[in-house]
């Protein structure tokens, strides 16, 4: 037995009861692990996923304790916790705090603020849990006596504010600190790149990156690039000499970082440091972060900051040392390079001295560091004193399109550098031949005419008598980086307006003066024209709806009496009836002794938000749902094909007087109740397949009149209001007659005592504005379709569920909630749009929109044909996977004098049809494993192009509908059918002029 266990068992016998728990939590796995571990302990369980469905469990079970979270949709713990205590009936049930949200302080503060009994801090351990389930349900303390149901609330909701409040300081410091840190890398980066001393420059790294990093100490090495040896060592915060100096070979962890080019981090305790193979004498290492100093060709070595203060080096470290260590790389790699070639470029000077052609010896020195030259990922550029170039390295020669040769000679001013800025480079040339080696940075002209953006570092070439001969200049392409630096002030300037545009209300209240102060934005959240508010806290006041001014009033006044921040979501009342949500946040200022001296805010206007929000949740659940629902009428549609036929089989095959009549009629009268039933599920989930047609949608009113006058009975009268001229609409009529079916039925339950149903028809136009609040519909023609009741009504939270499958205000066994969720099922798979209006005992008003057809001609409804269904002797090949089903259509065909073959799969079907020359049929299920029936008839009709095929299915397949709607030209049985259904389609099918054939 788990630890606790024998704790729990001995708590429950003391009490020697079962106790009502309810659990409210937005996650289920939370939900499930306490409802299995309290069940065990013999506890009967409620559960609840936000505060409002916990609120209405409370009330109706009275539970004996309530555990909850914080923070949850809908209503959050905070909230509800607080309606606990409101009400009488629940003011004394104790509660526990269930949350990962706070720390433990914090989380006990706010239960005792708000009336909460415990603390359970998420993950909580078994045993913790039944210990604090067994205290609360024996009466113990957790956090003090329960407050009285009337103390106020302002505390609490201060407290819980404030909670909130400092979560989002700690966001905000934390994105603070990470611009901070990020200026200080760029502004690290813009100081080294100027500093051309290897040394120096290792020195600053050093020394910036440990305050950046807020490292003990750093270590920074060089090694050489080819014996990977140390070159160089620089710190700060430490001495390295005891442990590594130049010429010491690179080993263990350090020569992991080079040689696996990648970032290491990581914390433990001092004694295990040898794990990874530190250096001899290397000091103490708590936590770490190394990274190598690359640049995208060469790895030059190694940084790595130790940490040992107690704090860990996290993922933004490691990420900023990536960044750092890549910008340190490829400065080392300039300098580097620089420094190499103004040491080639000395040796240069000395090897000419010693030879008597002076251009002849350029010629040779310059072949010969042009190899070493090539290596350097930098331009590489030499002039002579009149600005001819007399070397240029292979990396300048990609970027500038001309080889080595067709530079050599030519002016670089005239040919490298753009027109427009030609003059003033020329004296900064000149400039730079007085002595002036200022870094600059100027374009540079491609051979195809592309500029790109350099930053040049320059040396003089001196002769052995100290003489200028020529410069030598160093460039590193900046486009890119210069572009970022663009794009980054152009984001600002964005950002910047984005915030004067962005519809946010700006307000400010001097408390000496009592003058309110709005901006015209404000002014236009609540409705009022420019300059037209009074400017007073209570003219703000009488903005706001009145069912939301009370909350409001209390979180100033709490925000004004702790001089802090305050945020309120209202209802703001326009002068012309409408509603906007508003997201007001404020802040209040208090002087020294405590009074309120300025308070200043913004305010957003949060209704589209909302809008969304809720129709965003309510497509989701009518999703899952509608998946669910269509996935089990599939699977009842074959049960119920072999149910209804062999109940035909029985009833055909007894004598009429034969007693068990009566029980197979039974048993056939409950599978068509079922099919209905199925029916009702596929047009719920939308995948119900239709055969739309164009319809006069008073044609169908009228021939269903007479229906809804026996459904309806004597008691409510029906109205018929049918506008003439009425467009026509493409839909497939069964459904329209079952949206007015339902909706009458719907109707007749309203009005128990009688009354009336109205019916009416109507031409409208949507415009723009109506999609604003139906996100589903799109502005155009559409015809109105209006049933109106005089019944009871709805409560606006009874219209919020209306449409959702299973939800039904009736008693037990009077309905299934599927009948509205079915229209609106329909409705959607027409591409239309429902909504209702409804008010408590004055009535129910149904709005049904049907897109306009454009006054096609509408099509006549079909008489049913009242004779026996067809025979014949031709050959039916029989596909169904499901043998009971497939068993019973070879039954009801070989009554009808066919010659049926079957078969339960593709392969099975192909080998029959391949053995039998005369296969005149092919009846086939849609959906089945392996090939499906679209696949099969593909393959069948490639073999005998003259086959006649019919799809047989009860649930939608993409093979033969489109979005529902079944694709011209197939031929299509729903299920469930009977023997006579099965007969006609077969002869209709045979008897239909033979079109080239061809697999959907």
């Known amino acids: 037995m788990p630890v606790g266990g024998s704790s729990c068992t001995a708590t429950s016998s003391r009490h020697n009861r079962i106790a009502t728990i309810l659990v409210v939590d937005d996650l289920s796995a939370n939900r499930a692990f306490l409802g299995a571990l309290l069940r065990e302990q013999g506890h009967r369980l409620l559960e609840a996923a936000d505060g409002a469905q916990g609120l209405a469990a409370a009330q109706a079970e009275r539970p004996d304790l309530v555990i909850t979270d914080v923070l949850m949709p809908v209503m959050d713990g905070f909230e509800f916790v607080r309606q606990l205590r409101l009400d009488p009936a629940t003011s004394g049930t104790p509660v526990v705090l269930y949350t990962a949200t706070y720390s433990a302080r914090d989380a006990r503060d706010l239960a005792h603020s708000i009336g909460a009994s415990y603390v359970l801090t998420k993950p909580a351990k078994a045993e913790e849990v039944l210990a604090v389930?067994?205290?609360?349900?024996?009466?113990?303390?957790g956090q003090g006596e329960l407050p009285e149901p009337s103390q106020p609330t302002a505390d609490a909701d201060r407290e819980y504010l404030g909670l909130l409040s400092d979560r989002l300081s700690e966001k905000s410091g934390d994105l603070r600190s990470a611009n901070a840190r990020l200026r200080a890398l760029i502004n690290i980066g813009l100081e080294l790149a100027s500093e051309r001393d290897p040394e120096r420059l290792l020195e600053n790294v050093c020394l910036a990156s440990r305050d950046l990093f807020g490292a003990s100490y750093v270590t920074l090495g060089i090694v050489d690039l080819n014996d990977r040896t140390v070159v160089r060592v620089a710190t700060s915060g430490m001495d390295a000499n005891a442990w590594i100096k130049p010429g010491d070979p690179v080993a263990g962890f350090f020569?992991?970082?080079i040689g696996e080019r990648r970032t290491f981090r990581g914390e433990y305790a001092g004694e295990n440091a040898a794990g990874l193979q530190w250096p001899a004498n290397h000091p103490e290492v708590r936590s770490f972060l190394a990274a190598p100093i690359a640049s995208p060709g060469?790895?030059?070595g190694w940084i790595c900051f130790v940490g040992n203060e107690g704090r860990a080096f996290?993922?933004?470290?490691?990420?900023?040392?990536?960044?750092?260590?890549?910008?340190?790389?490829?400065?080392?790699?300039?300098?580097h390079f620089f420094a190499l070639a103004k040491k080639r470029a000395e040796e240069l000077e000395g090897e000419i001295l010693e030879r008597n052609g002076v251009e002849e010896i350029l010629r040779i020195e310059r072949d010969r560091s042009q190899r070493y030259l090539d290596t350097a990922q930098v331009m590489l550029v030499a002039l002579d004193l009149r600005g001819?170039?007399?070397?240029?390295?292979?990396?300048?020669?990609?970027?500038?399109?001309?080889?080595a040769e067709e530079l050599r000679g030519v002016d670089w001013l005239e040919t490298c550098i753009p027109a427009r800025i030609r003059e003033s480079t020329r004296g900064s040339f000149q400039k730079l031949l007085d002595g002036d080696l200022s870094i600059v940075e100027n374009p540079v002209l491609t051979r195809s005419g592309e500029e790109r953006l350099f930053q040049w570092r320059n040396t003089l070439i001196r002769n052995d008598g100290d003489q200028i001969v020529g410069v030598l200049s160093s460039g590193a392409d900046i486009t890119e980086h210069s572009l970022a630096v663009e794009a980054l002030r152009t984001a600002e300037e964005r950002m910047r307006f984005a915030l004067e545009s962005a519809n946010v209300g700006i307000w400010d209240m001097d408390y000496s003066s009592g003058k309110l102060r709005w901006s015209e934005t404000l002014e236009a959240q609540y409705g009022l024209a420019p300059k037209s508010f009074t400017g007073t806290f209570e003219a703000f006041i009488a903005c706001i709806h009145p069912d939301d001014r009370t909350s409001v009033v209390a979180e100033v006044e709490a925000a004004i009496q702790a001089g802090s921040d305050f945020s309120v979501v209202h209802r703001a009342s326009w002068p012309d009836g409408t509603i906007r949500w508003l997201n007001g946040i404020g802040r209040v200022r208090l002087d020294e002794q405590g009074r309120p001296v300025r308070a200043i805010g913004i305010s957003m206007d949060v209704t589209g938000r909302r809008a969304l929000e809720e129709q965003f949740h309510q497509a989701q659940k009518m999703e899952a749902i509608g998946r669910l629902a269509g996935g089990v009428a599939h699977d009842f549609n074959n049960l119920l094909t072999a149910i209804l036929g062999y109940c035909e089989l029985l009833l055909t095959d007894l004598d009429p007087l034969d007693p068990r009549r009566a029980d197979i009629e039974e048993i056939q009268g409950a599978g068509e109740s079922a099919a209905r039933l199925t029916r009702q599920l596929l047009a719920f989930s939308r995948r119900q397949i239709v055969e739309p047609t164009l319809l006069d949608l008073n044609a169908v009113v009228t021939g269903v009149h007479p229906i809804l006058t026996r459904l309806i009975g004597e008691d409510v009268k029906i109205e018929l209001g049918l506008q003439s001229g009425l467009s026509t609409v493409k839909a497939d009529r069964g459904q329209v007659e079952q949206i007015i079916l339902n909706l009458a039925v719907n109707a007749r339950d309203a009005m128990p005592k009688g009354g009336t149903l109205s019916l009416e028809t109507a031409n409208v136009e949507l415009d723009e504005n109506?999609?604003?609040?139906?996100?589903?519909?799109?502005?155009?023609?559409?015809v109105a379709l209006t049933v109106t009741d005089t019944g009871s009504g709805m409560t606006?939270?009874?219209q919020d569920r209306l449409f959702e499958p299973f939800f039904t205000t009736k008693e037990v066994g009077r309905g299934t909630g599927l009948g509205l969720a079915t229209v609106h099922g329909i409705v959607n798979q027409i591409g239309g749009s429902i909504n209702v209006y409804s008010e408590l005992n004055r009535g129910t008003s149904f709005k049904v929109y049907f897109p306009s057809a454009a006054n096609e001609p509408a099509v006549e409804a079909p008489t049913p044909s009242k004779g026996p269904a067809h025979t014949g002797t031709q050959t039916v090949l029989v596909v169904e996977d499901a043998e009971g089903l497939r068993d019973l259509v070879r039954r009801l065909l070989e009554r009808q004098g066919y010659t049926v073959l079957v078969a339960s799969n593709a392969d099975d079907a192909i080998q029959m049809f391949e053995a039998t020359e005369t296969i005149d049929v092919l009846l086939t299920d849609v959906v089945m494993p392996g090939a499906s029936g679209p696949e099969l008839t593909r393959r069948l009709i490639e073999k005998r192009p003259g086959l006649r095929v019919i799809y047989m299915s009860g649930y939608t397949e993409e093979a033969i509908v489109q979005h529902g709607v079944l694709k011209p030209g197939i031929a299509f049985l729903h299920k469930p059918f009977t023997a006579d259904s099965l007969g006609r389609k077969i002869r209709e099918v045979l008897e239909l002029e033979l079109v080239p054939a061809g697999a959907p």
């Open 255 to 257: 020569a992991q970082v």
């Open 388 to 403: 001819k170039v007399t070397l240029a390295n292979r990396y300048a020669c990609s970027v500038l399109g001309w080889t």
């Open 298 to 300: 060469l790895v030059f």
């Open 314 to 335: 996290t993922q933004d470290d490691e990420d900023l040392v990536m960044a750092l260590s890549g910008q340190v790389g490829r400065i080392y790699e300039g300098s």
């Open 796 to 798: 606006a939270a009874v």
């Open 770 to 782: 109506y999609p604003k609040t139906h996100l589903s519909v799109r502005p155009g023609a559409y």
């Open 133 to 141: 389930v067994g205290r609360a349900l024996a009466g113990g303390s």
